[in-house]
């Protein structure tokens, strides 16, 4: 019973113990304003297996692109203000 009780306290310690990175990755020097580049950008991440998952404009009228694949997010955010 009490080695029962080891593995399990030693279990709930490495799980704490691992971190995962959860952070995304982002990149702010793209010109997302350009079509050019935009186009450049769902080409490569779709080829690599990235799916958009969202685009908007931020608070900062700056276009955002955000990418899934499996556990990992890719933030892709335009380096210039958008202008109409």
């Known amino acids: 019973m009490m080695k029962k009780l080891q593995?399990?306290?030693a279990v709930i310690a490495l799980t704490f113990s691992i971190?995962?990175?959860a952070d995304p990755i982002k990149n702010s020097d793209l010109n997302l304003n350009n079509p050019d580049v935009r186009k450049c950008l769902l080409d490569a991440t779709q080829s690599e297996g990235w799916k958009l998952a969202a685009v908007?404009?931020?608070a900062n009228n700056k276009i955002v692109y955000v990418?899934?694949?499996g556990n990992e997010t890719k933030i892709?955010?335009?380096k210039?203000?958008?202008s109409k």
């Open 19 to 21: 971190s995962v990175n």
């Open 80 to 82: 210039e203000v958008f």
């Open 56 to 58: 908007y404009m931020n």
């Open 7 to 9: 593995l399990v306290l």
């Open 67 to 69: 990418f899934d694949k």
């Open 76 to 78: 892709y955010t335009s």
